[in-house]
C-alpha cells in the first residue's frame, strides 16, 4: 500500500518550533522528491518545502526560508520539515506529497498521494 503518513501538529505559541515527519510507506516514494504543502483555511494549498531524496537537494517557499528546513532520512524513507520561528500565519494544515512529474514544481496539481495532514496552530 502505497501511502504518506504525517505526524508531529500541534499547538505552539509564535516564536517557538515544531518537527513535522512524513514516513513514506512504499517504494514508489524513494525514487520521487517528496514536498510539504500546507492550507489554512479559506485559502488555497500552497507550496512550502520540497526535497530530492537522492543528493538532499532543496527549495522553499519564500515566505519560509531561513525558518523551515525539510530534510529526509532514505532508510526509514522519512522526510521531516523543521519549523521555527513561527509564526501566526503559519497556522494550517500541513501535508506531505510526492512530486509525481519529478519536475521541482510549486503546483499542487504537480503532486500526488497526499497523506491525511497535520495541524499545526501557532497563537500569538
Known amino acids: 500500500q502505497v501511502q504518506a503518513v504525517e505526524s508531529g501538529g500541534g499547538l505552539v505559541q509564535a516564536g517557538g518550533s515544531l518537527r513535522l515527519s512524513c514516513a513514506a510507506s512504499?517504494?514508489?516514494?524513494?525514487?520521487?522528491?517528496m514536498g510539504w504543502f500546507r492550507q489554512a483555511p479559506g485559502k488555497e494549498r500552497e507550496f512550502v518545502a520540497a526535497i530530492r531524496w537522492s543528493d538532499a537537494s532543496a527549495n522553499y517557499a519564500e515566505s519560509v526560508k531561513g525558518r523551515f528546513t525539510i530534510s529526509r532520512d532514505n532508510a526509514k524513507t522519512t522526510i521531516y520539515l523543521q519549523m521555527n520561528s513561527l509564526k501566526p500565519e503559519d497556522t494550517a494544515v500541513y501535508y506531505c506529497?510526492?512530486?509525481?512529474?519529478?519536475?521541482?514544481?510549486?503546483?499542487?496539481?504537480?503532486?500526488?498521494?497526499w497523506g491525511q495532514g497535520t495541524q499545526v496552530t501557532v497563537s500569538s
Open positions: 512504499g517504494r514508489t516514494f524513494i525514487t520521487y522528491p
Open positions: 506529497t510526492r512530486d509525481q512529474y519529478r519536475s521541482g514544481a510549486f503546483s499542487a496539481s504537480a503532486y500526488d498521494y
